[in-house]
T-cell receptor, first 114, second 108 residues
Framework: DVKVTQSSRYLVKRTGEKVFLECVQD?????MFWYRQDPGLGLRLIYF???????EKGDIPEGYSVSREKKERFSLILESASTNQTSMYLC?????????????FGPGTRLTVT | GQSLEQPSEVTAVEGAIVQINCTYQ??????LSWYQQHDGGAPTFLSY????GLEETGRFSSFLSRSDSYGYLLLQELQMKDSASYFC?????????FGTGTRLKVLA
């Protein structure tokens, strides 16, 4: 069964802390993505990666960085968390080839920055 | 800019048919996908249209018109479990742009 897992379902951090969100997929997918989801704004792409050690900025990369050292793992890093980064964070993966462009999502991490 | 527009909310009764529209403005457009998300859950893939026309998968159908930059998701024989948010997403090279989502409420 296809699986994308995220390290935490809920996370509470203080302003200024460095935060790591981990995502692991077991489908041998080349592409991995980080989104944040906020009410009324839908899913907004933060960063994506189409290969190991490769990364591309999405629509809202400011305040975030990513790391992909292994194919199955894609990490999102908040260098200095701020309250406006309180959100639901969703990781997704997809194969590079294929006609459906289907993305597989993890369960999400609800991050609260106080 | 790139954007996808969908209605914020749609309400229908059990057993009815409902259509959720999506208009898009993107560059490098490959196709239009639809995702379902229940409260507290992850988005799950429903359908994808690369070509103009209607794609049917059980009770759900999806339509695309490239010339009109428009698509829709059609849900038939609505069930209570269909109450969820539905997102359209335009796919380009490697990535998606998502719409803001339509919350579907199914009434008994």
């Amino acid at each position: 069964d296809v699986k994308v897992t995220q390290s935490s379902r809920y996370l509470v951090k203080r302003t200024g802390e460095k935060v790591f969100l981990e995502c692991v997929q077991d489908m041998d997918h080349e592409n991995m993505f980080w989104y944040r989801q906020d009410p009324g704004l839908g899913l907004r792409l933060i960063y994506f990666s189409y290969d190991v050690k490769m990364k591309e900025k999405g629509d809202i990369p400011e305040g975030y960085s990513v790391s992909r050292e292994k194919k199955e793992r894609f990490s999102l890093i908040l260098e200095s968390a701020s309250t406006n980064q309180t959100s639901m964070y969703l990781c997704a993966s997809s194969p590079r080839t294929g006609e459906t462009y289907e993305q597989y999502f993890g369960p999400g991490t609800r991050l609260t920055v106080t | 800019g790139q954007s996808l527009e969908q209605p914020s909310e749609v309400t229908a009764v059990e057993g009815a048919i409902v259509q959720i529209n999506c208009t898009y403005q993107t560059s490098g457009f490959y196709g239009l996908s639809w995702y379902q998300q229940h409260d507290g859950g992850a988005p799950t893939f429903l359908s994808y249209n690369a070509l103009d026309g209607l794609e049917e998968t059980g009770r759900f159908s999806s339509f695309l018109s490239r010339s009109d930059s428009y698509g829709y998701l059609l849900l038939q024989e609505l069930q209570m479990k269909d109450s969820a948010s539905y997102f359209c997403a335009a796919s380009g090279t490697y990535k998606y742009i998502f719409g803001t989502g339509t919350r579907l409420k199914v009434l008994a």
